[in-house]
């Protein structure tokens, strides 16, 4: 394996050698998508050197090369929904925007003072977290420390990923002002809350600390809880009806156990998953895709695919799956197998 190199050309052959492509940069023309169900699948090694070059090498920002330094895999734009990963480095500031589509956002990693801004108000990272821009919620990125911010992004594409309607700040500005005050989200989308915005336009960002996501996989655990074929699983809820994270796309956690095997199942949603923590084996329609903490892998629609935790702790995904919005289209079917 080569090293990442020093130009952009080196990086986009590295980011093409690891089936990625970067924003900003070109696709490397010798970089041909995979086949297959199990080809969609990268791995945290290429995720993470190439985010580090280019966050030497590709600049950020208003001024920048580009919107959002991001890679993303070469096979990930076949899938209606798909994960990237983004890196902000010391000091940068993303440039303010809104579209319709909603982006959502798993941190990886980031310093105390790494904000991500959203309608105006600042959502502290820490690993874990998950934090929602909904469509048309005006978002930005601010990382004010002296390390990296690296997370993981969700995005529904609007359900259309050719038509994005995209709008800058008033008046150009580059960026939003913080004008809410500390957790107004987190203080204000609990069971006391205003009694205006039954049904909001947008629908309100929300943060969703790893605290909590840990809490009720450990509650579901100490009770016994575990599904046949998704292991103790979770949704992160919408706080505004109680029901998927959002009406396009649910963001799940999972947890499974040392050497657990669930059982096959196949639904027509697209399923992308991000490994949180440990490693462990997905098999879709008998092909084995093997993953490693960090990796990024999605289970195409209607396949056949059960989980393995292959090492010796428990194993943590986070997923986006988009049966919210199959199940509201009266498309969403899915069957469970009784055994291999
Ligand atoms: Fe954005
Ligand atoms: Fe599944």
Request: overall charge negative.
């Amino acid at each position: 394996m080569s090293d990442v190199g020093t130009t952009h050309e080196d990086l986009e052959r590295f980011l093409a050698e690891h089936h990625l492509v970067g924003a900003g940069l070109k696709r490397d023309g010798r970089a041909a998508p995979r086949q297959g169900n199990t080809a969609a699948h990268w791995e945290w090694d290429g995720i993470y050197r190439g985010l580090m070059r280019s966050g030497e090498i590709v600049t950020v920002g208003p001024n920048g090369m580009t919107g959002m330094r991001s890679v993303v895999g070469i096979e990930a734009r076949k899938f209606p929904i798909w994960m990237n990963a983004q890196i902000l480095m010391p000091g940068e500031r993303t440039q303010a925007h809104r579209n319709l589509r909603s982006e959502t956002r798993l941190v990886c990693q980031a310093p105390k003072n790494a904000v991500f801004v959203c309608e105006y108000e600042a959502y502290p990272m820490e690993r874990g977290d998950v934090v929602i821009s909904p469509a048309w919620t005006f978002h930005d990125h601010w990382n004010q420390d002296t390390t990296p911010a690296i997370w993981i992004d969700g995005y529904d594409n609007g359900y259309n990923p050719n038509v994005n309607i995209n709008e800058r700040m008033p008046n150009d500005e580059p960026y939003e002002e913080i004008k809410k005050p500390p957790a107004y989200g987190q203080r204000t989308l609990g069971l006391a809350r205003p009694l205006s915005n039954a049904t909001p336009f947008p629908l309100p960002p929300v943060r969703y600390p790893w605290a909590d996501t840990h809490a009720a996989l450990t509650a579901l655990r100490e009770n016994g809880e575990s599904d046949l074929y998704d292991g103790i699983m979770i949704m992160l809820a919408s706080p505004v009806d109680g029901g998927p994270t959002l009406p396009t796309i649910a963001w799940q956690a999972q947890l499974l156990s040392t050497k657990q095997k669930t059982l096959p199942h196949r639904h027509n949603s697209t399923t992308f998953y991000f490994a949180f923590e440990g490693e462990g084996a997905v098999v879709i329609e008998n092909e084995r895709l093997q993953y490693h903490q960090g990796d990024i892998f999605a289970v195409p629609a209607w396949t056949w695919h059960h989980h393995e935790n292959t090492n010796d702790k428990d194993t943590i995904l986070f997923s986006i799956d988009d049966w919210p919005a199959m199940t509201k289209l009266g498309f969403y079917m899915k069957e469970e197998a009784k055994g291999f």
